[in-house]
């Protein structure tokens, strides 16, 4: 890597984990790894054979995708998000949502000058976006605390990566209505919205939030953690078409563009709610296990109210606490990763086998 590109960019944080990986996977029965949110369940049957009868596929596809896919995305927004009069110009599908994250200042056309905002703590690759664009970064707590000069790009994060925290609807519908008085484009990462546990995780393109109007609002929403298909690279983009639009031409000339037989099995995954139900299930079960045995053992959770995390701490350095499971075999990623905020809490993911989940368990 040139030093220009080492320069912009941060340390890759997952490579500091690998000798406490090692000393994890020394243990007698094996590493429990609880430290990235990767499923592990399988790929549901009608979602394989969806992109099995797609396989055939030899043309390109397009960015936008076919019209079945725009349909699908539209019909899930209208059931499940109570969006309204969606249209295929409120709709772009994309590459998984981490590509869009990390590129969309670029695509943005923001630069020196230009300021992005996210959560004080969040997932790294905001702030690699922002770096990325050689734009400006904020964190924040409060995001209508912010000095909205120059604020080209707001982040919003509900429910949250690392912690879980849900925003209410009424948070929602303030920052909105900020974000609009100032001409501050809004993205909301809603990666996880159908996992919540203790709370009922609300969009920002509900009407009771936006009033109706999608100007100025855009939400992310990824099929890796509800269907299982973080390994199909599939996620879509809802909200301004005034936005989408000159999207949707980046995106052409850039090339970026859903394989068509992922696009057959998002079809087939948006159109099916018994097997989110199915999954949902499975996630719950396992955090039921491991919050008692964290607790048991003298952690404290805070928020983890939604989401596939329970974000946990003992008090004392991540480090601390990530060694001290380490040496039970269970690996899990230290708080500081998220930002300087989480210095004392560690991630514990729910993405394990049910087998791994009760090793853990009787570890700990």
């Known amino acids: 890597m040139s030093s220009a590109v080492s320069d912009r960019l941060p340390t890759f944080p997952w490579d500091k984990l690998e000798p406490y990986k090692k000393t ?3 243990h007698p029965d094996g590493i429990v790894d609880l430290s990235v949110g990767t499923p592990v369940d399988p790929v549901p049957d009608l979602v394989q054979k969806a992109l099995i009868d797609a396989a055939d596929s030899p ?7 076919t019209p079945a896919l725009r349909d699908a995305i539209t019909g899930w927004l209208e059931r499940r998000l109570g969006a309204r009069e969606v249209t295929h110009r409120h709709v772009l599908p994309i590459v998984g949502s981490k590509e869009l994250v990390a590129w ?3 695509q943005l056309g923001l630069g020196p000058g230009d300021k992005v905002a996210y959560p004080r703590l969040a997932y790294p ?12 970064y904020e964190v924040y707590d409060d995001p209508t605390e912010l000095d909205p000069a ?17 925003l209410s609807q009424a948070e929602l519908t303030r920052v909105v209505a900020w974000a609009r008085r100032h001409g501050v484009l809004v993205f909301s990462d809603e990666c996880y919205l159908e996992l919540g546990w203790e709370a009922d995780p609300v969009s920002v393109l509900h009407p009771d939030v936006n009033g109706g109007s999608y100007e100025g609002i855009v939400s992310v929403h990824s099929l890796s ?25 980046i995106r052409k000339h850039g090339g970026m563009m859903t394989s068509a037989p992922t696009q057959a099995a998002v079809v087939a995954a948006l159109g099916d709610d018994a097997h989110v139900r199915e999954q949902r299930e499975r996630y719950a079960a396992r955090r039921a296990l491991l919050r008692e045995a964290l607790l048991s053992h003298g952690f404290r959770i805070e928020h983890s109210e939604a989401s596939l995390y329970l974000w946990a701490t003992r008090d004392e350095s991540c480090w601390s606490t990530v060694a001290h499971l380490a040496d039970r075999g ?21 993405t394990a086998t049910d087998e791994r989940v009760r090793a853990a368990v009787e570890r700990l």
């Open 59 to 65: 043309g390109y596809p397009t960015v936008w995708g």
């Open 225 to 249: 953690k509800r269907s299982n298909l973080a390994g199909y690279r599939a996620a879509f983009l809802a909200g301004d078409p005034a936005v989408l639009g000159p999207l949707l031409e």
């Open 150 to 166: 120059n604020l080209k790009l707001l982040w919003l994060n509900s429910p949250s990566n690392p912690t879980g925290r849900v």
């Open 104 to 106: 969309l200042p670029t």
């Open 330 to 350: 269970i690996l899990v990623a230290p708080g500081d990763f998220y930002g300087e905020a989480g210095e004392k809490f560690v991630r514990v993911a729910l």
């Open 125 to 136: 690759t905001y702030e690699v976006g922002a770096r990325l664009a050689r734009a400006r």
């Open 24 to 26: 994890a996977a020394a």
